[in-house]
């Protein structure tokens, strides 16, 4: 077998298990199991439909607006961009999760493969991965402005060139950051303390970049989003709009735009040899670097150097448990390996400290580049100005608004709907010990509601130090984003018990990959909704706040106790079927 | 005391049959060895008894409790070892041993004097508070082992208990065994080392696809030989797993 032969193998094994090809078939067709999936996955393909129709009619009046100042290709740099910029922003953790926390590893090593190939065909599988995302973005955009403009062949040529070449430049930047850092780290005991600290980091610096962007933009020339198409026109087609800054800050994007755009045309040619010429670049310096660092940042990463110390009698008589409750000690281990995992923790506790603090962070940047006023087109808008305006006479809406924000920032994480696949390999354990289901699952249901709490608390936080939501208020947002917390932990939960995913090798898949979490985030969703067309029956019948909020409080008290008692009754005839 | 009685258990709708009509009793105070071929149908057979499989047909009991209407009360009776050790890794090896004397309710004084014993035995003590990640995989094995012993249970099922054992591990264990069904409580594990079974166990089961072939004493089974040569277990193993 050729090297590339060999490499291509590697690459179809590692999609194969990327994607879970494999067990999907054989769940679908040989064990007959999971086919409620299939319907379930096309219903929410049916959901994105609207979005999909929102896009398109976005895309054509933007296109209209724009075309008569020549300034349509701002529309693809903007879906470039913004595909390139998830990637970057989100990539970071698929990469350190595929390069180094994958168990293929320990049978891809001892093949006769070189450090730099072993790379490639990874950073092959993410990439192929990848592709998903930027069609979920860019495909709309370029199809809708294709069919809008009738574009001739170039267009569509190059549009599939530039989609296929897309996601490598991004991934590639984060992936040589990656090699270099987790060198270092695996020159440092504490590991997981350096990929959490690392991770935060690299998230606050584009975080970081994004705000200092946002405000030199906002700064620039006085203009922003503004309520009608002339600002928005003016924002996308200013020389310091921040769409040429970003472009500016990372042109692949503009590459993209004009090889699309331009066609088979000197221009169109040009940029496409540039977009995939740095690409190649790029992915030549990932090999060479792999070469050098990539095994030594690997090798014993996976291992945990400990102390060897006795314990006195004391020590182990201190240390050794008098004894706690069944349901303590499986919080305690929950909420140990959840914080001691930095993929859980980093996709669990900190999300929902995270939320909050990107919103204080947003709101307190620009307020410091805006007059705060609340304008028209032409003059600074100011978002949270204008929630406040919008609000001031309104304590339903601000209860409301706030406690929805509350609620997001809580509940919508993947802590309550992976508690059971975070076990993975090791739920034989629950199914062995002595501990009834329903008292587990009471255990594991404390310490999501224990995160979506402190989610809850940290909202408060901000919306009190932003929005300047008053204690009255704020109390009952609270109050209503609790109750609603216990019903979307128990659906979250219900969710992932009823089909835990427990064969991973990467705990990226527990929490990250999980469709339980996204199944969980849509039941959320719809939860709210109803809530929502809920709120707005009863204040058409003509009910007052107080009323209103009676109605609401009793109303989730009911489905939260339910929604409760029906996990614990659904754990005791689950937990047996699991096998 | 461990009893099987026509149990049944298959797997892709019934496509495979990974146990079957099984009838088996195990009883106080003896080592039960459970031998097979590699798929024979072991490993299923000692989930099914520790709950972590579902019987298509049949009745498992644990001490007299069925364990299909009286799970909570066997499982507290009985503890198992997998073949793999998969435990808590972000954990240190104390509180995994904490956490498995809270949810099986041992006493302080008792845990003490259990862990004690066992992690000198196993030479685990100078390690037992650093994560269970930075363990050897022997290491992870004598965990799960002391986990197991830490409730001093009436029935334990081991899964190739004896794989990942260093040679001295591998004979405390052996003692272990003896020592535990000594007083009086029921052992039951499956393996692939004849010479253990041969000498440790009070009665051998064998089973072949998914049937148990031959079950007894290893005069019993040196019974069953049609050549009256004094085969070995191992022989006799051979002749009755023929593919």
């Not at chain 1, 995270?354 to 709101?363: G, K, S």
């Not at chain 2, 496509?15 to 031998?35: H, M, N, S, W, Y």
């Not at chain 2, 054992?165 to 003692?175: E, T």
């Not at chain 2, 998914?210 to 085969?231: C, H, I, N, P, Y």
Request: charged share 15%; glycine share 10%; hydrophobic share 50%.
């Amino acid at each position: 077998m050729s090297r590339l032969a060999m490499i291509g193998t590697v690459v179809r094994a590692g999609l194969r298990s990327n994607f879970g090809l494999a067990i999907l078939k054989h769940r679908l067709l040989v064990e007959k199991k999971d086919r409620w999936l299939v319907p379930l996955v096309g219903l929410a393909f049916l959901g994105v439909v609207p979005l999909l129709y929102g896009v398109v009619l976005l895309v054509q009046n933007l296109y209209a607006a724009l075309k008569p100042m020549g300034q349509e290709r701002a529309i693809l740099s903007f879906g470039f961009l913004a595909a390139q910029a998830l990637i970057l922003l989100f990539g970071l953790y698929y990469v350190i999760a595929a390069f180094y926390f994958s168990r293929d590893l320990d049978f891809l090593i001892p093949l006769p493969l070189r450090p730099g190939e072993v790379m490639a065909s990874k950073f092959a599988v993410i990439v192929i991965n990848e592709y998903l995302t930027v069609a979920a973005i860019v495909l709309p955009i370029v199809v809708t402005l294709g069919v809008v403009a009738r574009v001739g062949p170039g267009y569509w040529v190059n549009a599939v060139l530039v989609y296929l070449a897309l996601p490598i430049i991004p991934l590639a930047v984060v992936s040589l950051l990656v090699v270099v850092l987790m060198r270092f780290i695996n020159l440092s005991r504490k590991k997981d303390a350096f990929i959490l600290i690392g991770s935060i980091l690299l998230l606050v610096g584009a975080l970081a970049v994004q705000v200092a962007l946002g405000r030199s933009a906002s700064a620039g020339n006085g203009r922003e989003i503004g309520a009608n198409m002339a600002a928005l026109t003016a924002f996308l087609t200013s020389p310091n709009s921040l769409l040429s800054r970003v472009g500016a800050f990372f042109p692949p994007g503009i590459w993209a735009t004009k090889a699309v755009a331009a066609g088979f045309s000197g221009e169109g040619l040009a940029n496409l040899g540039l977009l995939w010429g740095v690409s190649g670049l790029l992915f030549a310096a990932i090999v060479v670097l792999a070469e050098k660092l990539f095994y030594r940042g690997l090798v014993g990463l996976g291992e945990t150097t400990g102390r060897k110390k006795r314990l006195t009698r004391d020590e182990m008589s201190r240390r050794v448990s008098s004894g706690r409750r069944a349901k303590a000690a499986i919080f305690g281990r929950e909420w140990k390996i959840m914080n001691r995992t930095p993929i859980f923790l980093l996709n669990g506790t900190f999300v929902v400290v995270l939320l909050p603090a990107i919103f204080v962070l947003m709101a307190t940047v620009g307020r410091g580049a805006r007059s705060g006023a609340v304008g028209g087109a032409g003059t600074q808008v100011d978002p949270m100005a204008l929630l406040k305006a919008m609000a001031s006479g309104h304590p339903l809406v601000v209860i409301l608004a706030t406690a929805l924000f509350m609620t997001v920032c809580g509940s919508i994480n993947g802590t309550a709907s992976s508690t059971f696949s975070r076990e993975g390999a090791q739920f034989w354990i629950s199914k062995m010990i002595p501990v009834a289901p329903r008292e587990q699952a009471t255990a594991k249901f404390w310490h999501s509601y224990l995160v979506a709490a402190l989610g809850v608390a940290t909202a408060g936080v901000a919306a009190a130090a932003v929005l300047h939501v008053g204690p009255p208020e704020l109390a009952a947002a609270a109050g209503l984003s609790l109750l609603a917390g216990v019903l979307l932990t128990a659906v979250g939960m219900a969710i992932d018990l009823a089909r835990p995913l427990l064969d991973w090798a990467n705990p990226q898949k527990a929490i990250k990959q999980n469709l339980n979490v996204l199944l969980a985030m849509l039941a959320d969703i719809g939860i709210l909704t109803g809530v929502f067309f809920g709120v707005r029956a009863l204040t058409r019948a003509g009910l007052g706040t107080a009323a209103v909020l009676g109605v609401l409080f009793a109303g989730l008290a009911a489905l939260s106790a339910a929604g409760y008692a029906a996990l614990l009754r659904f754990a005791d005839k689950r937990y047996p079927q699991i096998e | 005391m461990i009893e099987l009685t026509h149990v049944t258990k298959s797997y892709n709708r019934g496509r495979i049959k990974a146990v079957d009509d099984l009838t088996l009793a195990v009883k106080p105070g003896e080592i039960f060895g459970f031998l097979g071929p590699n798929g024979a149908g072991k490993t299923t057979t000692i989930k099914l008894i520790v709950g972590l499989l579902r019987p298509d047909a049949g009745r498992i009991a644990v001490e007299g409790l069925d364990i299909a209407t009286r799970s909570l009360d066997a499982k507290q009776l009985t503890t198992y070892v997998p073949d793999f050790p998969a435990v808590y890794e972000r954990l240190t090896g104390l509180e995994y041993l904490n956490f498995i004397g809270d949810v099986y309710g041992v006493p302080k004084a008792d845990r003490l004097e259990r862990i004690d014993k066992w992690l000198e035995i196993f030479e685990l003590a100078p390690f037992v508070s650093n994560p269970i990640q930075s363990y050897s995989h022997g290491m992870k094995q004598k965990i799960v082992l002391t986990a197991a012993l830490l409730p001093a249970p009436r029935v334990m099922v081991l899964d190739e208990p004896l794989v990942g054992l260093d040679p001295r591990a591998a004979h405390q264990l052996k003692d272990m065994f003896r020592e535990h069904c000594d007083a009086g409580k029921t052992l039951f594990f499956s393996t692939h080392i004849m010479e253990v079974a041969e000498k440790l166990c009070d009665r051998i089961g064998i089973i072949h696809k998914g049937r148990l072939v031959a079950s007894g004493t290893m005069a019993e089974l040196k019974a069953l030989d049609r050549t009256e040569s004094g085969q070995s277990l191992e022989e006799i193993f051979l002749e009755l797993t023929e593919p």
